[in-house]
Each structure stands twice: as structure tokens, then as C-alpha cells.
């Protein structure tokens, strides 16, 4: 009976500790709804700091509630830990987020230069085909192919729709085939002009996923574990930060 008594006990506790959970979820939500019903909330979970919870945003920002929905916060958290000191909560979140959103992206809607030899490892960038740093980074791209990293260009125009380097980008991702919009990559990155052309492509939806997860400028590299890392780098630098020699 004693027993018996101890598994109610439980199961009444996670039903309750399961509907607060649901509770402060919904009135996270509605407050934020009632605040300005044009926030796009994606999801809201608890966070290892009692009381508060980590609000997602579509748009790929964090911000953080009171369990009562009404105190918010916006800004990184972050925590004390005994081996690695002070640690980025928000940012931990931010390179789980790029992983999923990055994982979404076709492999073939990407220009792609594969490592020689075993992949080491792969490096996701977002690039401008007329920003500077971004040809600059270009040159390094054989380096890090040597060394055994893949790169794989995204599209971000910085100027946006209607410029003429997002046109310009439009025209190398409608290359027929993935070697023909290598070698329309490869002659832009050099100085050269490319004809244009029209069909239906990804550059507009790369550009926007770049902002979602937090590319604010070009070149903007992101590793595997979702790490971004904005600006140019050499690639004996970037190998030595993978642990690649």
C-alpha cells in the first residue's frame, strides 16, 4: 500500500510539473501576443535558470521571460562552469539552430569544393561574389581542399534584391551543372563578367537564412557545429582552429 501510495504521489507531481511547464508556455505566448501580435514566436523551452524561459523568434533571435510573461530579456546568458568557465547559453542555442537550419539547405543548391583526399572536415559560407575579403577568401579555398576541408558556398548578396550582384549571383546558381556554376564562381571571384541569365533559384532564400541565423556581413563562415565566424581568414588559420594541419 505504502508503494502504491509513493507512485501516485509521483505520477501527480509530473502531471502538475508538466501542465506548469505547458501553463508558463501559454503565458509567455500570450503576453508577447498581447504586446504586439506580429511576433513571430517559433518556440518556447525552459531554461537551466529556474523560472525563466528561452523564447525563439522566426526571425532566429533569442530573447528570454519570467515564467509569469511579465519580465523579458534580451541579451546573451551565460554561465559559470567549473572547466570552461564562462559559458555562452545564448550562443550555444544560436550554433543549434544554424545546424538544423543549414541541415534544411539542398546540398545540390550550393556551389561545392570538395576536399582532396578524406574529408577533414566542411565549412558553409556565406558569400558575396563582389565583396573584396570574400575573393580574398576565395583564393584560400584550394588551401583548405588541400588540407582536407570541403567548402561549400551559400548566396548572400548584401545588398539584397535588385542589385546587380544579386543578378550576378542568380546567373552562377543557373548554371546548368554543378561544374559549370563552380566555373562561373570562379571567373566572378577573379574580376570577370559572367552573361546573365534568369531560372528559378536560391539565391533569395540563402540571403534570408544567412540573416535568420545572424550573417551580418561577408565573408561569414559557419562550422559544423554551427559556429559563425565572420570575415576573412587565412586558411593556415583555419586549420589550425579545426585542429587541422
Known amino acids: 500500500m505504502k508503494r502504491t501510495t509513493q507512485w501516485v504521489v509521483l505520477l501527480v507531481s509530473l502531471v502538475f510539473s508538466v501542465q506548469v511547464l505547458a501553463d508558463a508556455r501559454d503565458v509567455i505566448r500570450e503576453q508577447l501576443y498581447k504586446a504586439d501580435s506580429r511576433i513571430p514566436v517559433k518556440s518556447i523551452e525552459p531554461t537551466e535558470m529556474s523560472s525563466v524561459y528561452e523564447v525563439a523568434l522566426e526571425s532566429g533571435e533569442l530573447i528570454y521571460a519570467h515564467e509569469s510573461g511579465e519580465y523579458f530579456m534580451v541579451g546573451h546568458l551565460f554561465r559559470i562552469d567549473d572547466q570552461q568557465g564562462l559559458v555562452n547559453v545564448t550562443e550555444q542555442t544560436q550554433n543549434r539552430m544554424r545546424v538544423a537550419a543549414l541541415a534544411e539547405v ?20 556565406f558569400t558575396d561574389v563582389d565583396c573584396p575579403y570574400c575573393r580574398q577568401m576565395h583564393d584560400e579555398v584550394e588551401a583548405l581542399n588541400d588540407m582536407g576541408i570541403e567548402v561549400s558556398y551559400l548566396a548572400f548578396p548584401r545588398g539584397g534584391p535588385n542589385t546587380a550582384t544579386y543578378r550576378t549571383m542568380v546567373s552562377i546558381w543557373c548554371g546548368e551543372t554543378a561544374e559549370e556554376r563552380s566555373q562561373l564562381m570562379e571567373r566572378v571571384k577573379s574580376g570577370a563578367t559572367v552573361a546573365e541569365k534568369s531560372c528559378e533559384n536560391p539565391v533569395f532564400d540563402q540571403f534570408v537564412l544567412g540573416q535568420r541565423i545572424g550573417v551580418s556581413g561577408t565573408p561569414a563562415m559557419v562550422l559544423e557545429d554551427g559556429t559563425l565566424i565572420p570575415g576573412y581568414m587565412p586558411a593556415a588559420r583555419i586549420g589550425q582552429m579545426l585542429g587541422i594541419q
Open 106 to 125: 539542398p546540398p545540390e543548391h550550393m556551389i561545392t569544393y570538395p576536399a582532396k583526399g578524406e574529408r577533414q572536415a566542411t565549412l558553409r559560407i
